[in-house]
């Protein structure tokens, strides 16, 4: 099967996709707190974690592919969260199809794009060079920690286990070029902000105060753009569904 997934629990269904450089681990906690009360899937996006190459590297490519996949699995109405890149499938999928969608939380998502000189730099011949020294330069396990130390809050505290996940999945097959198809698409990405925010399932917009990839002032942007509610975590990073669980789960089953 070339889409990897964890499908658990009992009860409400919740969808669950992670964002770049990860996989379905950084739910981990979220399932394990929420469990008794729902059932969780959270796949793995292409070329990434245990995934292969099931769909191209964009949200709505991804969203497409997803709509089969979730239908087989028996689930067609749903609440659904996306973390960062993942939130950007969530808002695509949202967009596509509604009627699936019981309740929308994205969290740290780049739905605004990038600025000018990230998305100049993407479309230039430099990127596939820069891709290519990348795919050949060990991802040693120093520098994943160092990555992670920067992208969480400051009071969050991760474990070696957390490192091997996120190792994992740069190991996949094909990652490094997916990884860039993913980080050309953010900078093409257009937010489908009208029908979003004339969908009827509730929106919800989480961020971490301490995030410094993307700003919480995005959230905001996001979160007006949308009509969503709009909370901010406190000394929260960047990866809101490991360095707070509790939070995310309690921000989607809101009612």
């Known amino acids: 099967m070339p889409i990897h997934f964890r499908d658990e629990g009992q009860g409400e269904p919740i969808v669950l996709i992670h964002g770049l450089g990860a996989s379905h681990r950084v739910f981990d906690g979220v399932i394990t707190e929420g469990g008794e009360r729902h059932r969780f899937l959270a796949v793995d996006l292409p070329r990434s974690g245990r995934s292969r190459h099931w ?8 969203a ?9 699995r028996g689930l067609t109405h749903f609440r659904l969260f996306g973390h960062s890149f993942g939130g950007l499938v969530a808002l695509s999928y949202a967009a596509k199809f509604p009627h699936r969608v019981s309740a929308l939380t994205v969290a740290s998502a780049p ?17 596939p060079m ?25 009071k969050a505290a991760f474990k070696d286990e957390t490192v091997e996940h996120y190792l994992e999945s740069l190991r996949a097959d094909g990652f490094v070029t997916g990884m860039l198809d993913s980080l050309r698409s953010v900078g093409r990405f257009k937010l489908r902000s009208e029908a979003l925010a004339a969908a ?10 301490r995030d410094p990839l993307v700003p919480v002032v995005q959230g905001e942007q ?3 753009a ?20 509790t939070a995310v789960l309690d921000a989607i089953r809101e009612p």
Not at 113 to 119: D, F, S
Not at 200 to 209: A, L, Q, S, Y
Not at 226 to 245: K, N, Q, S, T
Request: hydrophobic residues 50%.
């Open 55 to 62: 769909a191209e590297n964009t949200p709505d490519a991804i």
């Open 64 to 72: 497409d592919a997803l709509e089969p996949f979730l239908v087989n």
């Open 111 to 127: 739905a605004l794009g990038l600025p000018p000189e990230a998305r100049l730099f993407l479309e230039s011949p430099l990127a």
């Open 130 to 154: 820069s891709t290519m020294w990348m795919a050949a330069t060990p991802m040693w396990r120093p520098m994943v920690k160092n990555y992670l130390r920067w992208l969480w809050g400051p």
């Open 200 to 209: 009827t399932f509730p929106r919800r917009v989480i961020w971490g105060d």
């Open 222 to 224: 996001l979160a007006a």
């Open 226 to 245: 949308l009509g969503a509610d709009f909370r901010v975590l406190e000394d929260i990073g960047h990866c809101v569904p490991e360095e707070h669980p």
